[in-house]
């Protein structure tokens, strides 16, 4: 017999039915942040990209809230080992806060409230692959999963996905983020396991 938490539904269904090389599948939600959560008040929150040449687009959260949003299911996979399947968010399309933007960055380096960074190539922040999240669950964003806004990043290991997400730096020469630098991949892709650099 099975045995069920409180409010449990039952295996929710993945987005693609499968689970990357040395992986575990989780129904919980894990809570992983390398430093406290830092609590940022809607009215002060912004969110800003800035491009190679210095130019700036910053959101507050009434600028931000008024953008189309997207619901996507995805699967989550942590470095750590474990997995998410079929996980639902609220969020903008990262294409949207693109749109329009002139740049000849290739790369990106994503700051967050509380000081942690982030690389991945611009490109994997296009083509409906990425999201700033503000609700999960129907709900909004746990402050412990990076609320009120996230970066969510699926198809790469889940430190990517920066919680509490301020800035988005477009740079033409790659820099790496907190645990890129501390020897993780610099790319992250779960289905070639890329845990750590040279994997
Ligand atoms: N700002 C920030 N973002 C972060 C982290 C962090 O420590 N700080 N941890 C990363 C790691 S290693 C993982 S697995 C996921 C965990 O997200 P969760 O706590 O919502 O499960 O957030 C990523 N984003
Ligand atoms: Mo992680």
Redesign the pocket.
């Known amino acids: 017999m099975a045995i069920f938490s409180p409010g449990f539904q039952g295996r929710r269904r993945s987005a693609t039915g499968l689970l990357p090389p040395g992986q575990y599948e989780t129904n919980g939600?894990?809570?992983?942040?390398?430093?406290p959560t830092p609590r940022v008040p809607l009215d002060t929150w912004e969110f800003t990209l800035t491009t190679e040449d210095g130019t700036s687009r910053t959101w507050s959260w009434s600028e931000f809230q008024a953008l189309p949003t997207a619901n996507p299911t995805v699967d989550i996979h942590?470095?750590?080992k474990w997995s998410k399947f079929g996980t639902t968010w609220e969020g903008v399309s990262l294409d949207t806060l693109l749109d329009g933007v002139e740049t000849a960055a290739e790369h990106v380096l994503v700051h967050?409230y509380?000081g942690?960074t982030?690389n991945l190539p611009l490109a994997d922040l296009r083509g409906g692959k990425a999201w700033l999240a503000f609700g999960y669950d129907g709900k909004p964003l746990h402050p412990?999963?990076?609320g009120p806004v996230?970066l969510l990043v699926p198809h790469l290991?889940?430190?990517k996905?920066?919680?509490?997400v301020k800035r988005l730096e477009l740079l033409v020469t790659d820099k790496k983020g907190f645990?890129e630098r501390a020897g993780y991949h610099n790319y992250g892709d779960p289905w070639r396991e890329q845990r750590y650099d040279g994997d």
């Open positions: 939600f894990p809570v992983l942040s390398a430093g942590c470095v750590t967050s509380g942690y982030t412990e999963h990076g996230r290991y889940f430190w996905s920066a919680k509490w645990w």
